[in-house]
């Protein structure tokens, strides 16, 4: 998980994982050295081939077990004799799946999967570190997230905050940080504030960040809901 944890940046992330579902597990070394090359130039990732091939074999061997899992959720479909063709399923998880949720999954993943498995595939390593600090601090909020047309790491509704988890280029890249601004201010018209973390600082605080955050999140979610029930308006008015 350590050495997963230096591909931290969402696009990067996917990048890699898509070499390793392509290659099967035979990385090419001339194309871990231009991967590698392009990380670096990129994503300002730091990696050699040989670390790269040690990532891709953890990502691998993820997708193997996930593939044992799949084989055997279609033999328990099988055995359940379940004939319908109008039925989908999750091939992870095996739970049953709507139509339109089957056809998104289809589209983006290339295979069926529920909202949770879709979460989890697409989620960077940090992001998900986070994600799973808060929920077993009770913190009930969302990974992979998407508000109109943005894409938010966690979002936590109730307390109206996204919590972003940006790799080293969203702070040395121009182009990188005029979005991040734009998107930020877009969310606060929506009424969303947006914190935003580096992956460092996920490293080596997570359990201290995850701590603040729950703290955090419980007063603005009694904030918003108090104003829900007693709206500023109405408290001028008494
Ligand atoms: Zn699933």
């Known amino acids: 998980?350590?050495?997963l944890d230096k591909i931290n940046d969402n696009k990067?992330?996917?990048?890699?994982?898509n070499f390793v579902e392509k290659y099967q597990g035979k990385f090419p070394a001339d194309l871990l050295g231009e991967l590698s090359r392009l990380l670096s130039i990129k994503y300002k990732i730091t990696m050699d081939a040989m670390t790269l091939r040690e990532v891709s074999q953890i990502?691998?061997?993820?997708?193997?077990?996930?593939?044992?899992l799949v084989k055997l959720a279609k033999l328990e479909r099988d055995l359940k004799r379940d004939t319908s063709s109008q039925d989908y399923y999750c091939e992870v998880c095996n739970v049953k799946l709507p139509k339109t949720e089957y056809d998104y999954s289809m589209t983006?993943?290339?295979?069926?999967?529920c909202l949770h498995h879709q979460r989890?595939?697409?989620?960077?390593?940090?992001?998900?570190?986070?994600?799973?600090?808060?929920?077993?601090?009770?913190?009930?909020?969302?990974?992979e997230s998407y508000n109109?047309?943005?894409?938010?790491?966690?979002?936590?509704?109730?307390?109206?905050?996204?919590?972003?988890?940006?790799?080293?280029?969203?702070?040395?890249d121009p182009e990188q940080l005029v979005i991040d601004l734009m998107k930020d201010e877009e969310s606060?018209?929506?009424?969303?504030?947006?914190?935003?973390?580096?992956?460092?600082?996920?490293?080596?605080s997570l359990d201290g960040i995850a701590d603040a955050l729950t703290e955090v999140i419980k007063q603005r979610a009694k904030k918003f809901q108090q104003e829900k029930f007693f709206p500023q308006e109405s408290i001028k008015n008494f």
């Not at 990067?12 to 994982?17: F, G, P, Q, S």
């Not at 595939?121 to 077993?136: D, G, I, N, Q, V």
């Not at 047309?149 to 790799?167: E, F, Q």
């Not at 606060?188 to 080596?204: N, P, Q, V, W």
């Open 1 to 3: 998980m350590q050495l």
């Open 12 to 17: 990067a992330y996917d990048i890699v994982y």
């Open 59 to 68: 990502i691998w061997d993820k997708i193997e077990q996930e593939n044992k």
């Open 108 to 113: 983006n993943f290339g295979k069926s999967l």
């Open 120 to 143: 989890e595939k697409r989620a960077s390593p940090h992001a998900l570190k986070l994600y799973e600090a808060m929920r077993k601090r009770g913190v009930f909020c969302e990974l």
């Open 148 to 172: 109109s047309s943005k894409h938010i790491d966690i979002a936590v509704r109730d307390a109206r905050l996204y919590i972003g988890i940006d790799g080293e280029h969203h702070n040395l």
């Open 188 to 204: 606060s018209k929506e009424g969303f504030a947006t914190k935003r973390y580096s992956l460092k600082e996920i490293d080596e």
